[in-house]
């Protein structure tokens, strides 16, 4: 096997870039008439990253553009969660391309759609291989910039123009105290290389006041990606008015670019530091399970329940980053959101097969769904009980590295408030289960589900069940991915 | 993979296999969910027969690394305690199968979660693994929520979403205990076989201990159900279809006292001299609150769910004492209450799936009608008052003696008790079965021949142990025998009571 070096590495991104082109050009070239074939291309496309994700797992750590890129087993790891998360969110793109609902339709800017998705997922690759902030901040606009568009594309929908604006708004104030934060680490440290600040950090015994606050600041940047407290406020509605491929994308693939930002700069930069910022995200952490757990019971609408229980999951997320005196912690991350990619998506697929059919994002509507596709039904039960974390599926094994890791790093109130949110989750995971299985539905008609959506959805309930059941190999690909932070 | 491992992933694959079946072919359905729960029931026989007692200790053990690097393996092995409570759960659980061929509606889901929470309880059973321990015991707790949801009857959707909800909650608070347990012994394993033998060595220091204690005590109890945690347990019994409340009650809540034996007392010794004395004290509130409480229903269901929570007083009683006879008693006690409850939920089931009314005052004179259920739910009442002959008598008087030296005053509240359970057994068994019978109930139909399978299956096992007790206090003592080696006795410290 050649070793590949030098372009060869930006394969993936090349790629994804060349893809991207072609779709803008058969969209032009395409005037008038249907788009839905250039989903296909797309998702083609994006299928045959994988052979080459493949190849390149093997790699030793490499860097690239005179230290802007790199590639290493911590992008590589997160390079398949947002890989596996476009693919599902083009097929979620295509069948939403083809709803009942009018007001739902792309109409004649499907194409576009598709190509939205390609532009944010390369931003994801990107920032998955940044080792530079120039790098990593371009690479996060190309990915919000992209999701400006995307929420506000139902322009007949005064929801999703209401989300557009709002992530539009507060995104760019947290782009902006990102790239504030930025300034100030350039201004310490004299750097903007990874390799570099980590040096000048490691010669530290306490951060001075500027380095602080410049950490203060990239940290907004981050918590706002993963929806979390105190920049959340964004979350619920957003999710609510987006279009479903939309809001599947921000929870799993934005959150995810949110951790793994999170993961670079606290781990790999400001870990020996950590007695100063640690107890900071612990009581974010806390504040964060308990908004989103307490904020998701009243809820009626699901997306909207999805953007609580969002900033749940990212409350546990929040738990590694705080216990980050150990590897468990930050294992817990990496593995807690490759079982929240099937798991979460999984529910994004059931929604968008269920409204197709016409049905709304009420939850009183999915009543009876048991009777009408007992398909769909078990594998949104199946789903929710995963997010809940229940034994033996994905969500369980995640948080119980979660609350391991707080409780070897002494947090153990921290540990009580996440086991208190899984029982809150719960209740309203299991109130949604309820309507499902015991409520009878107005419209008893069958919903049929379409070849692509179903085989997603057995894929995800095989990964739900295959994460959870045998964790093992899993739980070493996230202990590979992030061994060299420490 | 030896015998111990059948037993567990037998209802496992039914479930599987269930999947398989179309959902209207439901006599294959039913016929394979009897063959997957019978063979455990045969299994746990043939094991009681070979167990070596001379030998006592885990035996069929099955080893396989699972997470070496977090030392979790997959670890199963019965000793006299879990073989008894396995061997309880086998006969409830087929004996439920048989009673749940009455079930019409949606029959392929409901084997399906039936299977799966037969196979959780298994597991939490016989597991000799922490992680293992807590995996099965959610696993069992779930599939109650569709169970009681969708087959049950009455407040089922409240019922079923408190039992769920308090149930979750004691296992997360166990967990946080358990990890906090991993983190302080320092050896980075969930082994519990180890874990046993290690800690008797190295024991963890006694503040810690007494700390960590309330986490399982609390976490497990709720289960138990312990009081004032055991709100969800007579409301979720009332609301579960028969199979499921023979289940729930009969041996679910076993699992909570098993997991602080198992668990709690041997791990953290420390922690039970501090904590036990206040649960002594707590099982006379489950004792004689649950009693009275139960003597004030008019449902049949409420009335054998609080009398079950009274019951399990006795259980946590004889554990708290941690001297060898409270404890055989506590042991033999889960497995003869456990009958006994499933014998009366199956009983009442019969007559509910016709009358549709569990209010007692709208029975009356059934045995005219019905003699065969009748006696049945007589026979659940006497043994459930301590009647001789029956293995709740010889248990009962076990707890009694074990507790006399312990916690006297816990032993005379306990013994008030038995009269308190007679007074309301014996008036629900005159208000339902004798006296005139109401004309509603002409066309009653008694149980058929095959229906009396699971009555028979369970009054016998009732009977033999009453009568031979021998034969499962030897296997049990020892075992808690060996639990108790390395506890120092406990009634110096306990002449609070």
Known sequence: MVTPSGWLLMLPELWISGLILLLLFLDLRWQGRPKSPLGLVSLFGLLSVIPILAWQSSLETQTLLGGMYRIDPLGLFFKWIFLGTAILVTLMARETASSSHPADRFGPDEGEFYLLILTASLGMFFVASAANFLMLFVALELITISFYVMTAYLKTNSNSLEAGLKYLILGSVASGFFLYGIAFLYGSTGSLSFDKIRITLQNLSSLPPTLLVGLLFILGGILFKGACVPFHLWVPDVYEGAPTPVTAFLSVGSKSAGFLVALRVLFEMFLPNRPQWAFLLALLAALTLLYGNLGAIPQKNIKRLLGYSSIGHAGYLLIGLAAAGNHLGATGICFYLAGYLVTNLAVFLVITAFSKQGGSDEMADYAGLSRRSPFLAAAMFLALLSLAGVPPLAGFFGKFLLLMSAVSEGYLWLALIGAAGVVISLYYYLLLVKTMYVDLPEDSAPIPVSVPVRIALIACMAGILGIGIWQGPFLNLSFAAVKNLF | ?497
């Not at chain 2, 010889?394 to 007074?423: D, H, K, N, P, Q």
């Open chain 2, 1 to 497: 993979m030896g015998p111990v491992s059948w037993i567990l992933l037998s209802p496992l694959i039914g479930a599987v296999v269930l999947l398989g079946i179309p959902s209207d072919r439901t006599a294959w359905i039913r016929r394979a969910a009897a063959l997957f729960t019978g063979v455990p029931l045969l299994i746990t026989g043939v094991l009681l027969a070979t167990y070596n007692r001379a030998q006592g200790g885990y035996q069929w053990v099955d080893r396989v690394a699972w997470i070496p690097s977090m030392g979790i393996a997959y670890q199963v092995g019965l000793d006299g305690i879990n073989l008894t409570l396995t061997l309880l759960h086998a006969l409830c659980s087929f004996t439920g199968v048989l009673i749940s061929y009455r079930i019409q509606s949606r029959v392929k889901e409901y084997y399906l979660f039936y299977l799966l929470l037969i196979g959780g309880v298994y597991g939490v059973f016989v597991s000799l693994d922490l992680f293992f321990f807590y995996l099965f015991y959610e696993m069992a707790v779930i599939p109650m929520f569709p169970l009681i949801g969708i087959w049950g009857s009455g407040d089922k959707e409240y019922a079923t979403m408190k039992l769920t909800l308090y149930l979750t909650a004691g296992a997360v608070l166990a967990l946080v205990g358990l990890l906090a347990l991993y983190r302080v012994s320092g050896v980075q394993t969930f082994d519990l076989i180890f874990l046993e033998r290690y800690l008797r060595q190295n024991p963890i220091p006694g503040g810690i201990q007494r700390m960590l204690f309330p986490f399982l005590l609390i976490g497990f109890g709720v289960i138990a159900p312990m009081w004032p945690f055991h709100s969800w347990s007579p409301i979720g019994h009332a609301a579960a279809p028969s199979a499921v409340s023979m289940l729930h009650a009969g041996v679910l809540m076993k699992l909570g006292s098993y997991a602080i034996l198992r668990i709690a007392v041997q791990l953290l010794p420390e922690g039970a001299y501090t904590w036990l004395p206040w649960v002594a004290g707590i099982c006379v509130m489950n004792i004689i609150y649950g009693g009275f409480v139960a003597m004030a229903q008019k449902d049949i269901k409420f009335l054998i769910g609080y009398s079950s929570s009274s019951h399990m007083g006795y259980v946590l009683l004889g554990i708290a004492c941690l001297n060898p006879v409270a404890l055989t008693g506590a042991v033999l006690l889960m497995f003869a209450h456990g009958l006994m409850t499933a014998l009366a939920f199956a009983a009442v089931g019969h007559v509910y799936d016709q009358t549709h009314t569990r209010v007692m005052a709208d029975w009356g004179g059934l045995a005219r009608q019905i003699p065969l259920i009748a006696t049945v739910f007589i026979i659940a009442a006497l043994a459930s008052s301590g009647l001789p002959g029956f293995a709740n008598f010889a248990a009962e008087l076990l707890v009694f003696f074990g507790s006399w030296e312990t916690y006297r005053w816990s032993a005379l509240a306990a013994i008030l008790g038995i009269v308190i359970t007679a007074f309301y057994m014996l008036r629900a068994v005159r208000t339902c079965f004798f006296g005139p019978l109401n004309p509603r109930w002409a066309s009653l139909q008694d149980a058929t021949l095959f229906e009396r399978i699971p009555y028979v299956i369970l009054v016998s096992a009732l009977l033999v142990v009453g009568c031979w007790p021998r034969f499962l206090t030897e296997l049990i003592s020892a075992s808690t025998g060996s639990v108790l080696k390395h506890l120092s006795p406990l009634q110096t410290v306990a002449r609070l009571w």
